[in-house]
């Protein structure tokens, strides 16, 4: 067989392999897009819920399979009083509480027992930009449960990508706002 020919045939067999890559990693993304809309719920659970409680943490478990779950298990096992992460709890809470003196549409909670719903900062890296240190991660909205109605604790809401901490909750407050009517 002479080299061209050769080249040739690996060419062909390289090209398919990445056409049958392609195709595979599309049908993972449907497959995860139909099976996350199912059990997910929306910002507009939060719609009337007025407490919230702010958690800063760095999640210990990343779980490929089911990552909401591990999310809402660490967010009900974490200190909420925990001062580790104060970068980003100062970022985010800074921006929280203009928010809640300018709509008056949310109010803190101190603990678990009394917040109806969850932020959740999960501290991935820190950023060192002339000096000045930026805590990045993903924001969740996490919902607690009802016993009596039967629902399990779950993310209602996720920030579209890793990020500083206050485009986090700029993208989160905005999203409240929308859906609150608030302008």
């Given at each position: 067989?002479?080299r061209a020919?050769t080249?040739?045939?690996?060419?062909?067999?390289?090209?398919l392999?990445?056409?049958c890559?392609c195709?595979?990693?599309?049908?993972?993304?449907q497959?995860?897009?139909?099976?996350?809309d199912?059990?997910?719920?929306?910002l507009?659970?939060?719609r009337?819920?007025?407490r919230?409680l702010?958690?800063?943490?760095?999640?210990?478990?990343i779980d490929?399979?089911?990552n909401?779950?591990a999310?809402?298990?660490?967010v009900?096992?974490?200190d909420?009083?925990?001062k580790r992460?104060?970068?980003a709890y100062?970022t985010?809470?800074?921006?929280?509480?203009n928010y809640?003196n300018?709509?008056?549409?949310?109010?803190?909670?101190t603990?678990?027992?009394?917040a109806?719903y969850?932020?959740?900062?999960?501290?991935?890296?820190?950023?060192?930009v002339?000096?000045a240190?930026?805590?990045?991660?993903?924001?969740f909205?996490?919902v607690?449960?009802t016993?009596?109605?039967?629902?399990?604790?779950?993310v209602v809401?996720?920030?579209?990508k890793?990020?500083?901490a206050?485009?986090?909750?700029?993208?989160l407050l905005?999203d409240?706002?929308t859906?609150?009517?608030?302008?």
């Amino acid at each position: 067989m002479s080299r061209a020919c050769t080249q040739s045939v690996f060419t062909a067999a390289a090209l398919l392999m990445f056409v049958c890559n392609c195709f595979a990693l599309v049908s993972q993304d449907q497959r995860r897009l139909i099976s996350g809309d199912q059990g997910r719920g929306s910002l507009s659970e939060v719609r009337t819920k007025k407490r919230a409680l702010l958690v800063v943490s760095r999640a210990p478990i990343i779980d490929t399979q089911d990552n909401e779950r591990a999310i809402v298990e660490s967010v009900l096992r974490a200190d909420p009083q925990a001062k580790r992460y104060q970068l980003a709890y100062g970022t985010i809470s800074k921006r929280l509480n203009n928010y809640v003196n300018k709509y008056k549409s949310m109010s803190s909670a101190t603990q678990l027992s009394d917040a109806d719903y969850i932020i959740f900062f999960n501290v991935l890296e820190y950023h060192t930009v002339l000096n000045a240190v930026y805590p990045y991660g993903e924001l969740f909205v996490i919902v607690k449960g009802t016993p009596e109605g039967q629902k399990p604790p779950r993310v209602v809401w996720k920030s579209k990508k890793v990020q500083w901490a206050g485009d986090a909750i700029q993208d989160l407050l905005r999203d409240l706002k929308t859906m609150r009517g608030e302008s």
